[in-house]
T-cell receptor
């Protein structure tokens, strides 16, 4: 059974800092991996989707990497801003629907 | 990306009543729809997977007689919470996709049972 772990559970950084969120998964037989953002009380916003054949994806200040063989992904956020404060969820899809990690709650302090 | 809508966005109901939540894929025909539930400060947990025209597959621990799922067309799935209780209060999110493709999520429905 696929399990997704995200570290750290919470992170607080000063504005402008670069940061890395980590995601690991137990079953490397995946189709894709997605990073989502969730604001309190809101739904999901898809940030980046990495297909299993890809190594990384970039969108603006966000860069996600995927090492399928080791079961790891990272989300790199450059020059963090207070508006980046949210919970970031990692999810993987294989033969099952998306399985989510518990998320990293990010606070960017102005 | 594709658009998935949910209705209602929030609902308050009394204990013992039933509530129906609709999930629609607006610009593509979804062969498969998924229902997730999220309790406060927890992650999303898959409740069930439904394929158009067939019975839903429920995850372990999810009562199929309590959470009725109907996927009558390629663009509509409904989740009915029957005889709702306060412990059913949660954030319900649907997702739609084609096989082995990206899942697109609805905005979620917040259910409060009083």
């Amino acid at each position: 059974k696929q399990e997704v772990t995200q570290i750290p559970a919470a992170l607080s950084v000063p504005e402008g800092e670069n940061l890395v969120l980590n995601c690991s998964f137990t079953d490397s037989a995946i189709y894709n991996l997605q990073w989502f953002r969730q604001d309190p009380g809101k739904g999901l916003t898809s940030l980046l989707l990495i297909q299993s054949s890809q190594r990384e994806q970039t969108s603006g200040r966000l860069n996600a990497s995927l090492d399928k063989s080791s079961g790891r992904s990272t989300l790199y956020i450059a020059a963090s801003q207070p508006g980046d404060s949210a919970t970031y969820l990692c999810a993987v899809r294989g033969n099952t629907p998306l399985v989510f990690g518990k998320g990293t709650r990010l606070s960017v302090i102005a | 990306g594709a658009v998935v809508s949910q209705h209602p966005s929030w609902v308050i109901c009394k204990s013992g009543t039933s509530v129906k939540i609709e999930c629609r894929s607006l610009d593509f025909q979804a062969t498969t729809m998924f229902w997730y539930r999220q309790f406060p400060k927890q992650s999303l947990m898959l409740m069930a997977t439904s394929n158009e025209g067939s019975k839903a597959t429920y995850e372990q621990g999810v009562e199929k007689d309590k959470f009725l799922i109907n996927h009558a067309s390629l663009t509509l799935s409904t989740l009915t919470v029957t005889s709702a209780h306060p412990e059913d209060s949660s954030f319900y999110i649907c997702s739609a996709s084609l096989p082995a493709a990206e899942q697109y999520f609805g905005p979620g429905t917040r259910l409060t049972v009083t």
